[in-house]
């Protein structure tokens, strides 16, 4: 089991960056997919991005590709998100998520319903 607490949420211009973090309070991220999720008023959580246990490969949704990076430190604990270039359609509440999965696992996943363990959350929001 994992406690997950993210921050690093902001009110910024159009254009500007933030980073967020997710860190473990209890328990170790290692032996997890990590993934960042965002819910906007009245919609869907939907995918952002996730990164294997290993760290060796992410995948990011079509909308943040090349602007967001996904990154860990499994000594640290935490799991990062980059997020360069932000636009008001970014502006959301952004969660982490824990996957278990095997060691070994090469693939992340992008529903939802495969993370077993959630952060509560952290507001980001892009003025225009």
């Known amino acids: 089991q994992v406690q997950l607490v993210e921050s690093g949420g902001d009110l910024v211009q159009a254009g500007g960056s933030l980073r967020l973090s997710c860190a473990a309070s209890?328990?170790?991220?290692?032996?997890?997919?990590m993934g960042w999720f965002r819910q906007a008023p009245g919609k869907e959580r939907e995918f952002v991005a996730a990164?294997?246990?290993?760290?060796?490969?992410?995948e990011y949704v079509a909308s943040v590709n090349g602007r967001f990076t996904v990154s860990r430190d499994n000594a640290k604990n935490t799991v990062y998100l980059q997020m360069n270039s932000l636009t008001p359609e970014d502006t959301a509440v952004y969660f982490c998520g824990a996957d278990a999965v095997p060691w070994y696992t090469s693939y992340v996943h992008r529903l939802k319903g495969e993370y077993e363990y959630w952060g509560q959350g952290t507001q980001v929001t892009v003025s225009s």
């Open positions: 990164i294997t246990r290993s760290g060796l490969k992410s």
């Open positions: 209890r328990g170790t991220i290692s032996s997890y997919t």
